[in-house]
Nanobody
Framework: QLQLVESGGGLVQPGGSLRLSCAAS????????IGWFRQAPGKEREGVSC????????NYAEAVKGRFTISRDNAKNTVYLQMNSLKPEDTAVYYC????????????????????WGQGTQVTVSS
């Protein structure tokens, strides 16, 4: 059974850093595009970043460009989101999601593109 488990969330001060992990079980990530999304209280879920199945292509939301970095370690079956220079507006529940694809190319940073989701991890940026 395909399962995604996010971890690494927590409380951090503005300007701080966190690294989120998304561990996959029941399948291997080799043929999956992977995305990170977030949902703040009272807001729609929004795309943060995605990485293609071979890791050759990444996309970032404008709000996180230059601060967040997505990466994948297929040997560990895990995807990471390194978040630096965190701001209060980054506070949200962060979710990872996957899409099976054999196509080599760019991932799409949209909810409808992905078909399986994790349960999320809370990130709170506050002094």
């Amino acid at each position: 059974q395909l399962q995604l488990v996010e971890s690494g969330g927590g409380l951090v001060q503005p300007g701080g850093s966190l690294r989120l992990s998304c561990a996959a079980s029941g399948f291997t990530l080799d043929y999956y595009d992977i995305g990170w999304f977030r949902q703040a209280p009272g807001k729609e879920r929004e795309g943060v970043s995605c990485i293609s199945n071979r890791g050759s292509s990444t996309n970032y939301a404008e709000a996180v460009k230059g601060r967040f970095t997505i990466s994948r370690d297929n040997a560990k079956n895990t995807v990471y989101l390194q978040m630096n220079s965190l701001k209060p507006e980054d506070t949200a529940v962060y979710y990872c999601a996957v899409r099976f694809t054999l196509v080599l190319g760019s991932c799409v940073l949209g909810e409808g593109y992905f078909h399986s989701w994790g349960q999320g991890t809370q990130v709170t940026v506050s002094s």
